[in-house]
């Protein structure tokens, strides 16, 4: 992969939002064994791509005395007929643009020099074992010159910090990344409805998406795939994904591909036989109407918060109408956490290069720490749900129906925009699954 325009501009921006004359350290993620000497799938840190677009792993970037400096693997004849090629220093400061690299063996010679009389460090520490021990040498190598007049950076900020605030709002090589891979992971959810039958088992609908996913090109799911028919929808992070779908079971699908290091999210629910049973439909259509209602809160200037307010009222007023709470109004259930029975989490998270993404969700600088206001570039994902396990006093017509819809949208200077579009509409699955 070649560098994308972008990455210099954002180690541009995280050096110019750090002290003058300090060091940042941001290494890219170790890899893992799965068993035995086989190793997981690697996925590079998030932090450390967002500011290369460099995914070999034995990596780390230094900015430092005005540089950005990479030390990565070297290239090695022997090792690259099994693992195959590696940019090494020369090829990867020609293809990503830093201004100087060398090999990750040289962090120990080299990195004392670099923290020499910085003014302070930024580094995310307790995140990656190795580089923490590494690191405290190199402060330990600094302060023996202590007698020589060279001092070591004694303050250490989190480097993601500011790197979340940055990553927050996507630019627009992300938005479009991010676009496409909300569409692919789309295509997998409609590949999937139109693969269901009842008597399958849930790993073979899951089979459909990873299909769709791959044959795409995306690298990966973006987290295991939930695959949930019938009362196991109720179960939120179910992912056995074995059970067989049964004749009036609604099937519950929560899963998003990765793509060139970017998450989609999306959940559809659609029942098996391809018609919805009518209380399945009056839920169904309840939590739509709640994912229109938080869609309509994600403006700009507007708070987080208001769209999970948003769709639980909307789901409140659902509860006591369909009489899955006793309580006279919306308001008195909620007040009342009625509601938790049947809906437990939130109505969404930022999205990007991690699932739940990272940025805070609160204005840390404002007094009380409101919930923090929405900008253009933001993408989060709008999920609203309803869960009916069997219990006393709720409606048995209802029992065992789970019901999530999740959407991917991006904050723009008007109306959201959804960048996932599987189908939706009861009348759109139905005529779907018919075909
Ligand atoms: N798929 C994880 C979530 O919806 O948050
Ligand atoms: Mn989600
Ligand atoms: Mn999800």
Known sequence: MTAMPGYAGRRARLAAAMQPGAVAIVPTAPEALRNGDSEYPYRHDSYFYYLTGFDEPEAVLVLAQGKAILFCRPRDPEREIWDGLRHGPDGAREAFGFDEAYAVGELDARMPGLLADASALYYASGKHAQVDAQLARWLDAVRQRARSGVTAPETVHNVRVLLDEMRLIKDDAEQALMRRAALVSSRAHERAMRATRTGMREYEIEAELLYEFRRNGAQSPAYTPIVASGPNACILHYNQNRR???????????????LDGYASDITRTYPASGRFSAPQQALYELVLAAQAAAMAEARPGLPYSGMHDAALRVLAQGMVDLKLVPHASADDAIAERAHQQ??????????GMDVHDCGSYRDLQAEGRPSRALAPGMVLTVEPGIYVRPAQGVPEQYWNIG????????????????????PKLVADIEHLMQR
Do not use: K, N
Request: glycine share 12%; proline share 0%.
């Open 244 to 258: 067989q779908v049964a004749d009036g079971d609604l099937v519950l699908i929560d899963a998003g591909c990765e």
């Open 342 to 351: 049947f809906y437990m989490h939130g109505t969404g998270h930022w999205l």
């Open 403 to 422: 019901i999530r819809i999740e959407d991917d949208v991006l904050v723009t200077a008007g109306a959201c925009d959804v960048l996932s579009d599987a």
